[in-house]
């Protein structure tokens, strides 16, 4: 039998309770997605299983509860975040500067590299490749920062410059 672990020896994530509108949209459907079909769909497999008889072979039910329970972790889970993520809606008074939600183009004139990316909550990364998380360092470097800075972004390795292009908001 396994022993859980009290909440208070868990570490607590440093994370950032904020999030985009379009983030936030995307949430609720997929909680809307899981709680009307994935879950009508997989409870009804899990009745039709068990009406066969014998459980303890029946390799349908048990994969199907199996399922089942991690789309309710995942609905508990997508239902605090809704509850408790603060959407981080666009105001004209943010232009100029780099805020939650921005589209910064950066440069790095001794590497040769430029990158376009925006700077999003931890949610909205999956599948998005140019997106960053708004805790990473080098979104923490580009906060407050106007085009033509500099930021400075230090890592375990080395100490990167990055030059401020250009800063986008998604309007709407």
Excluded at 9 to 31: A, F
Excluded at 58 to 81: Q, S, V
Excluded at 142 to 165: C, M, P, S, Y
Aim: aromatic share 8%.
């Amino acid at each position: 039998m396994r022993r859980k672990i009290p909440e208070s020896t868990l570490p607590k994530l440093n994370r950032s309770q904020m999030i985009t509108p379009e983030g936030m949209e995307s949430l609720k459907q997929e909680l809307d997605h899981l709680w009307r079909v994935e879950r009508t769909e997989t409870t009804a497999k899990v009745s039709w299983a068990a009406s066969l008889g014998d459980r303890s072979e029946n390799a349908d039910y048990h994969y199907n509860k199996r399922r089942l329970r991690e789309i309710d972790r995942r609905l508990l889970y997508l239902r605090k975040c809704v509850d408790n993520f603060k959407v981080i809606e666009y105001h004209p008074h943010m232009d100029g500067t780099v805020n939650f939600g921005a589209w910064v183009e950066i440069e790095n004139v001794e590497k040769k590299l430029k990158k376009r990316l925006r700077i999003v909550g931890y949610e909205e990364l999956i599948g998005n490749k140019d997106y960053i998380s708004m805790d990473s360092p080098m979104a923490q470097a580009l906060l407050n920062k106007k085009v033509g800075d500099q930021a400075v972004v230090e890592t375990k390795v080395a100490k990167f410059i990055w030059h401020i292009r250009s800063i986008e908001y998604q309007k709407g």
